[in-house]
T-cell receptor
Framework: KNQVEQSPQSLIILEGKNCTLQCNYTVSPFSNLRWYKQDTGRGPVSLTIMTFSENTKSNGRYTATLDADTKQSSLHITASQLSDSASYICVVSANTGNQFYFGTGTSLTVIP | EAQVTQNPRYLITVTGKKLTVTCSQNMNHEYMSWYRQDPGLGLRQIYYSMNVEVTDKGDVPEGYKVSRKEKRNFPLILESPSPNQTSLYFC?????????????FGSGTRLTVV
């Protein structure tokens, strides 16, 4: 069964600290993996998109990694800011049919 | 600006009163989809459309209808809303179903059915 699992479910960190969010998937055949940031009550906004051949991609303080062999991805946030407080969603798409698979997200809270 | 526009942003209605949530994209995308988001459940797909006049059910289609008469518009219709349809709804679009060039979400519609 195609699934996307994220961990941890929630995370609280101090401002300025780094953190890493995890995404494990069983989606096959794999097309691409995205990380989205969703502020409370708003639509998800894309942070990175990675295809099979890419294993690292950065967007400012956000760095995503992908290990297509182990079907794992991580999102590393460097020097966190209060504005990083949001839900981070991992979305994996398959190469067949209507196939976007969503994780349930990691809720990140950055405190001063 | 390339975007997906949903309206309204907030809606409170009574049980059984038909309503439509509109969704429009200006990116000439073929693929459009509706999701609902509930606490602890993440985003769940309601309906999707591969192209004009091509629609299909997602994971939670009961109580909803959609239409795709034009490429840019993909309205979500609740013929007889019930309180269990109180949720946050998102429309999204992509160039195609594989979304290699991105998958764009609207800002959301918060629906309350009383």
């Amino acid at each position: 069964k195609n699934q996307v699992e994220q961990s941890p479910q929630s995370l609280i960190i101090l401002e300025g600290k780094n953190c890493t969010l995890q995404c494990n998937y069983t989606v096959s055949p794999f097309s691409n993996l995205r990380w989205y940031k969703q502020d409370t009550g708003r639509g998800p906004v894309s942070l990175t998109i990675m295809t099979f051949s890419e294993n690292t991609k950065s967007n400012g303080r956000y760095t995503a990694t992908l290990d297509a062999d182990t079907k794992q991805s991580s999102l590393h946030i460097t020097a966190s800011q209060l504005s990083d407080s949001a839900s981070y969603i991992c979305v994996v798409s398959a190469n067949t049919g209507n196939q976007f698979y969503f994780g349930t997200g990691t809720s990140l809270t950055v405190i001063p | 600006e390339a975007q997906v526009t949903q309206n309204p942003r907030y809606l409170i209605t009574v049980t059984g009163k038909k309503l439509t949530v509109t969704c429009s994209q200006n990116m000439n995308h073929e693929y459009m989809s509706w999701y609902r988001q509930d606490p602890g459940l993440g985003l769940r797909q309601i309906y999707y459309s591969m192209n004009v006049e091509v629609t299909d059910k997602g994971d939670v289609p009961e109580g909803y209808k959609v239409s795709r008469k034009e490429k840019r518009n993909f309205p979500l219709i609740l013929e007889s809303p019930s309180p269990n349809q109180t949720s946050l709804y998102f429309c999204a679009s992509s160039l195609n179903v594989w979304g290699a060039r991105g998958y764009t979400f609207g800002s959301g519609t918060r629906l309350t059915v009383v």
